[in-house]
């Protein structure tokens, strides 16, 4: 593949036609020949400049690693005070630009080659280097090696669960207690979990649990106005009722 350069304005004018087209409309929308269209170019441009589409997606990838070491660069300061919040917003960062744009996320996840694969090390050195001050603090619950990897994979684990579940049910809260079960599970630092739950949604949730698919001591109209009641006092997707 050609390489890249901050001044090659066909190529640059390419690559973010195809991120255009890939966010808005999927991976099936990033053909070489819409791509051009977009680019106000010829399709010809496109194997000339990236040799395929697998180069053009390759292209894509270099450049959403680009855009996010940019703003993970930015984000680390190895002079913080706290180097646990330091890791909670490191963490906090890969899963946000997840969640915002899954579509490059994917295709950046799913890249392989020279450029990709040494901006992905650009990232990881500094996510080594997050888990090295926690080291240097004395704060390692794990060896710094498993740490990183389980940084890496509830943030990972944390991105695809989220798209994996429909939009009615998608509940912020599941992020915020991965991130603090990571935080458990590779610091000594107390995890900042949220409040747990008072009043009656405990009861009414142990209570749906309890009972069977079919309660034969009530009627049919009883069984779905018990089921609306407990929905109200424990809603199933964890979002309260308006």
């Known amino acids: ?3 890249s350069d901050a001044t090659d ?8 036609a195809a991120v ?19 680019a106000g170019m010829q399709p010809p441009a ?20 680009a855009q996010f070491l940019e703003s993970k660069r930015a984000q680390f300061d190895p002079q913080a005070a706290d180097p646990v919040d330091e890791l909670r917003r490191g963490w906090d960062l890969v899963v946000e630009f997840g969640v915002s744009r899954p579509e490059l996320f994917a295709v950046m996840n ?17 996510l080594h280097g997050r888990v090295r001050r926690l080291a240097a603090r004395g704060l390692l619950r794990v060896n ?8 890496r994979a509830t943030g990972l684990g944390a991105v695809t669960t989220w798209h994996s579940t429909p939009a009615e049910r998608r509940d912020p809260t599941l ?16 995890p900042a979990m949220p409040a747990a739950e008072t009043g009656p949604a405990p009861a009414a949730r142990a209570l749906r649990a309890a ?11 009883e069984q779905r106005l018990l089921h609306e009641w407990l929905s109200r006092l424990a809603p199933e997707n964890g979002t309260p009722p308006a």
Not at 144 to 151: H, P, R, V, Y
Not at 175 to 190: F, G, N, Q, Y
């Open 1 to 3: 593949m050609p390489s």
């Open 9 to 16: 304005t066909p190529r640059r004018r390419i690559v973010e």
């Open 20 to 38: 255009e087209l890939l966010e808005s409309g999927g991976p099936d929308a990033v053909s070489t020949r819409a791509v051009a269209a977009a």
């Open 46 to 65: 496109i194997y000339r400049l990236f040799g395929d589409k697998e180069g053009l997606l390759q292209a894509v990838a270099e450049h959403g690693y």
């Open 110 to 126: 799913s890249a392989t080659g020279g450029r990709t694969d040494a901006a992905h090390r650009a990232g990881l050195e500094i």
């Open 144 to 151: 710094e090696e498993l740490a990183a990897q389980i940084i």
């Open 175 to 190: 992020l915020t207690i991965l991130r603090e079960s990571m935080i458990a599970a590779v610091t000594r630092a107390e």
């Open 211 to 221: 009972l069977p698919d079919e309660a034969s001591v009530l009627s049919e109209a």
